[in-house]
């Protein structure tokens, strides 16, 4: 047999993986194997992160380059192999259920406000799309890709949403500055919900919106 490289034992980690793998993981993995074995001696007991990640990179590297049916993308959740997207409808043959239904119009548009101004109430929402959002927003919810983030800190103490992890998953990004010119359109002016002076039940998410960083005129 030859000689063993990081680089393949990763590549047999990630094939075998029923999830996404972060770098930490795959460290922790390499360097427990062998623990019930002391005659086999374990070649990566002492390996770093940074070792890994760089190994990473070179099979994601090489994946292009051999221009194989499989890619390594990073995830928010880790290193995944995935198929080729180009080959999707015939891999798609393999899973008949039935794809769930697209999103919306509405619910697109909803989910954009949300991911760049989060974290943010639904009147904030509401007064950027100049309609009600309840229907919209709790397909959301029960979708996974939006969650409630807490209350804000105003007469009302309206809820506020934020996208989820999933919503990363969904849409193949590591993090909230990989969507597309994410600090420009933070910073553009969007309405807010008129704050009337006086105090809304408490509990009331449908009240006056805080004033975030994320929903302040800029």
Same mark, same amino acid.
């Given at each position: 047999?030859?000689?063993?490289?990081?680089?393949?034992?990763?590549?047999?980690?990630?094939?075998?993986?029923?999830?996404?793998?972060?770098?930490?993981?795959?460290?922790?993995?390499?360097?427990?194997?062998?623990?019930?074995?002391?005659?086999?001696?374990?070649?990566? =007991?002492?390996?770093?992160?940074?070792?890994? !990640?760089? +190994? %990473? @990179?070179? &099979?994601?590297?090489?994946?292009?380059? *051999?221009?194989?049916?499989?890619?390594?993308?990073?995830?928010?959740?880790?290193?995944?192999?995935?198929?080729?997207?180009?080959?999707?409808?015939?891999?798609?043959?393999?899973?008949? =259920?039935?794809?769930?239904?697209?999103?919306? !119009?509405? +619910? %697109? @548009?909803? &989910?954009?406000?949300?991911?760049?101004? *989060?974290?943010?109430?639904?009147?904030?929402?509401?007064?950027?799309?100049?309609?009600?959002?309840?229907?919209?927003?709790?397909?959301?919810?029960?979708?996974?890709?939006?969650?409630? =983030?807490?209350?804000?800190?105003?007469?009302?103490?309206?809820? %506020?949403?934020?996208?989820?992890?999933?919503?990363?998953?969904?849409?193949?990004?590591?993090?909230?500055?990989?969507?597309?010119?994410?600090?420009?359109?933070?910073?553009?002016?969007?309405?807010?919900?008129?704050?009337?002076?006086?105090?809304? =039940?408490?509990?009331?998410?449908?009240?006056?919106?805080?004033?975030?960083?994320?929903?302040?005129?800029?």
């Amino acid at each position: 047999m030859g000689d063993i490289s990081l680089v393949r034992v990763i590549e047999a980690l990630l094939f075998s993986a029923q999830k996404p793998l972060s770098a930490k993981e795959i460290v922790d993995l390499l360097r427990g194997a062998g623990a019930e074995d002391e005659l086999s001696p374990n070649e990566f =007991a002492h390996v770093r992160e940074a070792e890994v !990640a760089a +190994a %990473l @990179e070179q &099979l994601k590297a090489e994946y292009i380059e *051999q221009q194989r049916a499989f890619q390594l993308i990073e995830k928010a959740d880790g290193w995944q192999l995935v198929s080729d997207p180009q080959y999707a409808k015939w891999v798609r043959q393999l899973f008949p =259920a039935p794809r769930p239904a697209r999103l919306s !119009a509405p +619910a %697109l @548009e909803t &989910l954009a406000i949300i991911a760049y101004r *989060q974290p943010i109430t639904r009147a904030d929402v509401e007064a950027v799309r100049g309609v009600t959002i309840d229907g919209v927003l709790q397909n959301l919810l029960e979708r996974g890709l939006v969650k409630i =983030a807490g209350r804000a800190e105003i007469p009302g103490r309206p809820l %506020l949403y934020e996208t989820t992890e999933f919503f990363l998953d969904h849409f193949a990004l590591r993090n909230l500055d990989e969507l597309p010119n994410v600090e420009e359109l933070r910073k553009r002016y969007l309405p807010t919900a008129p704050r009337p002076a006086a105090a809304t =039940a408490a509990g009331d998410d449908r009240g006056p919106a805080s004033t975030t960083p994320a929903t302040a005129a800029e």
